[in-house]
């Protein structure tokens, strides 16, 4: 019979040896000098990755107890393994030798998971880490690694727990977006709630409001984000009460509220920031500086989380802040911000963002920005947001899609008090000082009206946009008649379009449609204005005299014309402007003023005044390459026919006209002459025709060396009983203008056939343009003469 072994005594055998395994085992990882492996490791790694990788330092294996385990498990050694002065190396292309370098980087393994074919870090610890980002204009860029792949699938698992570095350094160099900066990165001292720091950013962002817009603008601005987040709070309010009386939650509903659950519990759930961040250098050659925090590094690899951020930049003179949350920021799925923007002109965003957005005067939002990144396109929504542009409010939503061929800009922006003032500059129409301070090197010349700023149509083709901007309540010089402002801003690859631009005037309204072709250069454009109903007491605000007048003006305009500034599209314009007034009222003392007559302009200061009736008046002018010819301008009324003629040159901006007036009925004590308006816009000049005044006096003085009383004859006005013929005019006016394409010559214009018939107009015509039926069974009488065509053109 074979003799038995005791199992004790093999259990024994089985334990010494294994002991002495391991003894040797340590024995030989602390005694051999693992410098010996640098090479074999280097060149694995530099198989692995397909970049050079050098381990110029110590390499060294050590053991540990695990810091944190309990009963038996404390006492098997963890291995931990460090190495010194590590380098990854850079493409041939790139301008540093190096894309990573790191000062020392050590970390344990857990052994027991091992068993089960898991390597499992606790912690990676790292010293001094830095990289150095590329990119080239032909897109190649510097972090993108070839990595071989396996032929099978790895049986392994790695579970890396922590990424621990006090300190670190990441160079970024970009030529697609014309970026040099270098940022710095810290730990924190303990982790911070997002809570904490959107408290942080909101305060300091109100700061920095009040250095751009003022403190004044900083409180408005403050009052409206309060207003909104009261309105906000009241409508969740009311939508929570209706939905509560309404019996059973529907399944919407359900859904709807298990959605706001979820959200509240995903931001409940969004880690504390980790790391701290500072960031200088240059942005398309602005110069960027900033701060910030985001979570910790291993939190990015988290995609059921939100990764929190916080920035707070400064690039030129334009103040980005934002606080919130990134999903998977790995792959940038979403972002959920809320955006604080301030600045000198929100067309400094072009740089920044690629929207052309207008120059404005210094300027303060917030709002939510959401963001959805997919490959189809990304979209942006600007939520809710409310700010201070000047000295108006402005609030609204848009929204930002970046599709293909061009991105798409759309919303809905509304300012309930809106500063006149602060639409100067997108026209180039603001002071030499405020193009200065936002950086534009045009100055407009002192004798010129006409902005010479030019638009930037070299921007129109980035991106299409259709936004509507309402202004519900203009605050203005009380000079001005303008009450209100809507448009609908079309801008489509490269065209801007204002379909309308429309203005509240004098209780009526005027809309334009302006075509603006940036694709071209110059610049083509087309203009169709239409006044409706503007009463004359309201166009003339501050004027006493015009406040007991009656009767609406109503016009239309159409023109073409080429530049790439206001002034220019002026220069080159091409085109028609009508305007007509019926069935209307004006006070006599300015009647009289227009003539001369002393007398009663002296009884009407003394004794009151009285009204006139407007019987009709047209102003018909053809504008050809710049200059405005008045072809038709004539005013009748009970007392005297008014006509003007000459011309305006919008080249020059320089003014040549003659009014003449020409008295109804018998006037006594008159110096009755023509009037002109010269000068330019800037400087006009108003006055009396010398000349023919001087005839006048003239014959006083020689008249009264004779006669005394004969010094009367020459202030004495005859009768020119000789009305318009205002229905015809009056049909005429209403013929719509007509413009040619832009950049070619407005054709010649005949006279209005009223001017050369030589028919005898009716003696009374209605302000409507018909002439008053004689009663039944009588015949009418015969009018008086029309009105010759010098009278109509004021010669």
Same mark, same amino acid.
């Given at each position: 019979?074979?003799?038995?072994?005791?199992?004790?005594?093999?259990?024994?055998?089985?334990?010494?040896?294994?002991?002495?395994?391991?003894?040797?085992?340590?024995?030989?990882?602390?005694?051999?000098?693992?410098?010996?492996?640098?090479?074999?490791?280097?060149?694995?790694?530099?198989?692995?990755?397909?970049?050079?990788?050098?381990?110029?330092?110590?390499?060294?294996?050590?053991? =540990?107890?695990?810091?944190?385990? &309990?009963?038996?498990?404390?006492?098997?050694?963890?291995?931990?393994?460090?190495?010194?002065?590590?380098?990854?190396?850079?493409?041939?292309?790139?301008?540093?030798?190096?894309?990573?370098?790191?000062?020392?980087?050590?970390?344990?393994?857990?052994?027991?998971?091992?068993?089960?074919?898991?390597?499992?870090?606790? &912690?990676?610890?790292?010293?001094?880490?830095?990289?150095?980002?590329?990119?080239?204009?032909?897109?190649?860029?510097?972090?993108?690694?070839?990595?071989?792949?396996?032929?099978?699938?790895?049986?392994?698992?790695?579970?890396?727990?922590?990424?621990?570095?006090?300190?670190?350094?990441?160079?970024?160099?970009?030529?697609?977006?014309?970026?040099?900066?270098?940022?710095?990165?810290?730990?924190?001292? =303990?982790?911070?709630?997002?809570?904490?720091?959107?408290?942080?950013?909101?305060?300091?962002?109100?700061?920095?409001?009040?250095?751009?817009?003022?403190?004044?603008?900083?409180?408005?601005?403050?009052?409206?984000?309060?207003? %909104?987040?009261?309105?906000?709070?009241?409508?969740?309010?009311?939508?929570?009460?209706?939905?509560?009386?309404?019996?059973?939650?529907?399944?919407?509903?359900?859904?709807?509220?298990?959605?706001?659950?979820?959200?509240?519990?995903?931001?409940?759930?969004?880690?504390?920031?980790?790391?701290?961040? &500072?960031?200088?250098?240059?942005?398309?050659?602005?110069?960027?500086?900033?701060?910030?925090?985001?979570?910790?590094?291993?939190?990015?690899?988290?995609?059921?989380?939100?990764?929190?951020?916080?920035?707070?930049?400064?690039?030129?003179?334009?103040?980005?802040?934002?606080?919130?949350?990134?999903?998977?920021?790995?792959?940038?799925?979403?972002?959920?911000?809320?955006?604080?923007?301030?600045?000198?002109?929100?067309?400094?965003?072009?740089?920044?963002?690629?929207?052309?957005?207008?120059?404005?005067?210094?300027?303060?939002?917030?709002?939510?920005?959401?963001?959805?990144?997919?490959?189809?396109?990304?979209?942006?929504?600007?939520?809710?947001?409310?700010?201070?542009?000047?000295?108006?409010?402005?609030?609204?939503?848009?929204?930002?899609?970046?599709?293909?061929? %061009?991105?798409?800009?759309?919303?809905?922006?509304?300012?309930?008090?809106?500063?006149?003032?602060?639409?100067?500059?997108?026209?180039?129409?603001?002071?030499?000082?405020?193009?200065?301070?936002?950086?534009?090197?045009?100055?407009?010349?002192?004798?010129?009206?006409?902005?010479?700023?030019?638009?930037?149509?070299?921007?129109?083709?980035?991106?299409?946009?259709?936004?509507?901007?309402?202004?519900?309540?203009?605050?203005?010089?009380?000079?001005?008649?303008?009450?209100?402002?809507?448009?609908?801003?079309?801008?489509?690859?490269?065209?801007?379009?204002?379909?309308?631009?429309?203005?509240?005037?004098?209780?009526?309204?005027?809309?334009?449609?302006?075509?603006?072709?940036?694709?071209?250069?110059?610049?083509?454009?087309?203009?169709?204005?239409?006044?409706?109903?503007?009463?004359?007491?309201?166009?003339?605000?501050?004027?006493?005299?015009?406040?007991?007048?009656?009767?609406?003006?109503?016009?239309?305009?159409?023109?073409?014309?080429?530049?790439?500034?206001?002034?220019?599209?002026?220069?080159?314009?091409?085109?028609?402007?009508?305007?007509?007034?019926?069935?209307?009222?004006?006070?006599?003392?300015?009647?009289?003023?227009?003539?001369?007559?002393?007398?009663?302009?002296?009884?009407?200061?003394?004794?009151?005044?009285?009204?006139?009736?407007?019987?009709?008046?047209?102003?018909?002018?053809?504008?050809?390459?710049?200059?405005?010819?008045?072809?038709?301008?004539?005013?009748?009324?009970?007392?005297?026919?008014?006509?003007?003629?000459?011309?305006?040159?919008?080249?020059?901006?320089?003014?040549?006209?003659?009014?003449?007036?020409?008295?109804?009925?018998?006037?006594?004590?008159?110096?009755?002459?023509?009037?002109?308006?010269?000068?330019?816009?800037?400087?006009?000049?108003?006055?009396?025709?010398?000349?023919?005044?001087?005839?006048?006096?003239?014959?006083?003085?020689?008249?009264?060396?004779?006669?005394?009383?004969? &010094?009367?004859?020459?202030?004495?006005?005859?009768?020119?009983?000789?009305?318009?013929?205002?229905?015809?005019?009056?049909?005429?006016?209403?013929?719509?203008?007509?413009?040619?394409?832009?950049?070619?010559?407005?054709?010649?214009?005949?006279?209005?056939?009223?001017?050369?018939?030589?028919?005898?107009?009716?003696?009374?015509?209605?302000?409507?343009?018909?002439?008053?039926?004689?009663?039944?069974?009588?015949?009418?009488?015969?009018?008086?003469?029309?009105?010759?065509?010098? =009278?109509?053109?004021?010669?």
């Amino acid at each position: 019979m074979a003799q038995r072994l005791p199992v004790g005594k093999i259990a024994a055998w089985f334990v010494a040896v294994l002991a002495v395994l391991i003894a040797a085992l340590v024995v030989f990882f602390l005694t051999f000098d693992w410098n010996r492996a640098r090479p074999w490791i280097d060149d694995k790694v530099t198989q692995a990755i397909g970049r050079q990788f050098h381990i110029t330092g110590d390499l060294k294996i050590g053991w =540990q107890r695990p810091p944190r385990e &309990t009963g038996w498990r404390r006492w098997v050694p963890w291995p931990r393994f460090s190495a010194q002065n590590i380098t990854i190396a850079n493409p041939d292309w790139a301008r540093h030798p190096q894309f990573a370098t790191l000062d020392e980087i050590d970390f344990q393994v857990e052994v027991l998971p091992l068993l089960a074919r898991d390597i499992v870090i606790p &912690t990676i610890n790292l010293v001094n880490p830095s990289i150095d980002l590329e990119r080239l204009e032909d897109n190649r860029n510097n972090w993108t690694f070839r990595f071989n792949q396996p032929t099978e699938p790895s049986t392994w698992n790695l579970k890396l727990h922590d990424i621990a570095f006090a300190t670190g350094r990441v160079a970024y160099a970009d030529q697609i977006t014309q970026a040099d900066m270098q940022v710095g990165l810290d730990t924190l001292g =303990q982790p911070v709630p997002i809570g904490d720091v959107m408290k942080q950013q909101e305060q300091a962002s109100r700061k920095s409001s009040a250095q751009v817009v003022g403190n004044s603008g900083a409180t408005q601005l403050h009052k409206q984000v309060e207003a %909104r987040q009261a309105e906000a709070s009241a409508a969740s309010a009311a939508s929570s009460a209706a939905a509560a009386s309404s019996g059973p939650a529907s399944p919407a509903s359900t859904s709807a509220n298990t959605g706001t659950t979820s959200q509240q519990k995903s931001k409940s759930s969004v880690p504390p920031y980790g790391l701290g961040w &500072t960031v200088r250098g240059t942005y398309r050659k602005t110069a960027v500086s900033g701060s910030g925090k985001v979570g910790g590094v291993l939190a990015l690899q988290d995609t059921t989380r939100p990764f929190p951020v916080q920035a707070d930049v400064k690039i030129g003179d334009t103040h980005i802040a934002l606080a919130g949350t990134v999903t998977a920021p790995a792959h940038l799925a979403a972002l959920d911000l809320q955006l604080w923007l301030q600045g000198v002109s929100m067309a400094h965003l072009y740089p920044i963002a690629g929207v052309p957005l207008p120059e404005t005067p210094p300027y303060a939002t917030e709002g939510r920005l959401v963001g959805q990144f997919a490959e189809d396109g990304n979209v942006f929504k600007y939520e809710n947001f409310t700010g201070r542009v000047g000295g108006s409010d402005v609030n609204g939503s848009t929204v930002y899609v970046g599709k293909k061929p %061009r991105p798409m800009l759309s919303g809905e922006v509304v300012s309930n008090l809106l500063q006149f003032s602060d639409l100067a500059p997108i026209i180039g129409a603001d002071t030499n000082a405020s193009k200065a301070k936002r950086g534009d090197e045009t100055r407009q010349p002192a004798n010129r009206a006409l902005p010479v700023e030019e638009f930037r149509t070299d921007r129109w083709k980035a991106i299409d946009a259709d936004v509507k901007f309402t202004g519900r309540r203009i605050i203005k010089n009380p000079a001005l008649p303008i009450t209100d402002l809507y448009t609908h801003v079309i801008l489509t690859d490269g065209v801007l379009a204002l379909e309308p631009l429309k203005f509240g005037v004098a209780g009526g309204t005027l809309a334009s449609n302006i075509h603006l072709d940036g694709s071209t250069a110059p610049l083509k454009g087309r203009f169709a204005t239409q006044a409706r109903h503007l009463k004359l007491k309201q166009l003339f605000p501050t004027v006493k005299t015009m406040q007991s007048a009656l009767g609406e003006v109503n016009g239309d305009a159409a023109l073409s014309a080429t530049g790439n500034s206001p002034a220019a599209l002026a220069a080159t314009s091409n085109g028609e402007v009508k305007a007509l007034v019926t069935d209307g009222t004006i006070s006599r003392l300015y009647m009289e003023a227009a003539g001369l007559n002393v007398a009663n302009v002296v009884y009407e200061k003394l004794f009151g005044k009285r009204d006139v009736k407007i019987n009709c008046a047209a102003a018909d002018f053809v504008v050809t390459n710049g200059v405005l010819e008045s072809r038709v301008f004539a005013l009748d009324t009970d007392d005297a026919v008014i006509n003007m003629d000459g011309h305006i040159d919008l080249r020059t901006e320089q003014m040549d006209l003659g009014i003449h007036p020409h008295t109804k009925g018998f006037r006594v004590v008159t110096l009755r002459s023509p009037l002109y308006v010269k000068g330019t816009f800037k400087n006009p000049h108003v006055g009396v025709n010398a000349a023919a005044l001087a005839v006048r006096g003239g014959a006083v003085v020689v008249l009264g060396l004779v006669n005394p009383f004969a &010094t009367l004859i020459p202030l004495i006005a005859p009768s020119n009983n000789k009305p318009l013929p205002c229905a015809q005019m009056l049909a005429d006016m209403r013929a719509a203008p007509s413009a040619p394409p832009a950049g070619q010559k407005q054709r010649e214009k005949a006279a209005p056939a009223y001017l050369a018939s030589g028919t005898a107009g009716p003696a009374e015509d209605s302000p409507g343009g018909s002439a008053r039926t004689p009663a039944a069974g009588k015949t009418a009488p015969a009018g008086p003469a029309a009105a010759s065509e010098a =009278q109509y053109r004021g010669r």
